[in-house]
């Protein structure tokens, strides 16, 4: 059974730092592009960055560009989002997804997500 | 590319069939489109992908649709279950996006 479990998520003020983190089980790890998407309380759905299996290639949304880092590693099978220089806007609930399709990585539906991993940037 | 959901909210009795709209600022690279229901409190579950392609699990009642600028999802016959918000997305062109949502509600 795929399970995608995520953590990290808290009160941070503006400016600050955040690192969340998602732990994989259930299927080959590296062979999945994985995907963060976030959630504005009361608000729809937006992709903020992608990660290829091999890490080789990453995409952030211009929202979080150049704020927010992702990085996986296959070893331990976890998905890492670096999030600096918070602010309100990032409050959100955020969720690790995998990417379905092997062969097209990144360029595919997101077919397991996990619950959740809610942050709150507030003063 | 931006995508716009319509209509915001649907208000149906069980048993009807709903029909959602999504439409697209330019065309969908290979048909890229995929739908999501999502319950409150839940994360998103994965209905359609390739525009018409049924995700496992996912009953026959849920079909998509389309190409290019306009998609559009159909529940042939709504179960209480399926009242929730449904998100299209785009994933053949970079940034992936996801439309604003439509809400079905029961009427």
């Known amino acids: 059974e795929v399970q995608l479990l995520e953590s990290g998520g808290h009160l941070v003020q503006p400016g600050g730092s955040l690192r969340l983190s998602c732990v994989a089980s259930g299927f080959t790890f590296s062979n999945h592009a994985m995907s963060w998407v976030r959630q504005a309380p009361g608000k729809g759905l937006e992709w903020v960055s992608s990660?290829?299996?091999?890490?080789?290639?990453?995409f952030y949304a211009d929202s979080v560009k150049g704020r927010f880092t992702i990085s996986r590693d296959n070893s331990k099978n976890t998905l890492s989002l670096q999030m600096n220089s918070l602010r309100g806007e990032d409050t959100a609930m955020y969720y690790c997804a995998r990417n379905y399709d092997i062969l097209t990585g990144y360029w595919s539906a997101f077919d397991y997500w996990g619950q959740g991993t809610l942050v709150t940037v507030s003063s | 590319i931006v995508l716009t959901q319509s209509p915001g909210t649907l208000s149906l009795s069980p048993g009807e069939r709903a029909t959602l709209s999504c439409r697209a600022s330019?065309?969908?690279?290979?048909?890229?489109l995929a739908w999501y229901q999502q319950k409150p409190g839940q994360a998103p579950r994965l209905l359609i992908y390739?525009?018409?392609r049924r995700a496992t699990g996912i009953p026959d009642r849920f079909s998509g649709s389309g190409s290019g600028t306009d998609f559009t999802l159909t529940i042939s016959r709504l179960e209480p279950e399926d009242f929730a918000v449904y998100y299209c997305q785009q994933y053949g062109t970079s940034p992936q996006a996801f439309g604003q949502g439509t809400k079905v509600e029961i009427k």
């Open positions: 990660i290829s299996g091999s890490a080789g290639s990453t």
């Open positions: 390739g525009a018409s």
């Open positions: 330019q065309s969908v690279s290979s048909s890229s």
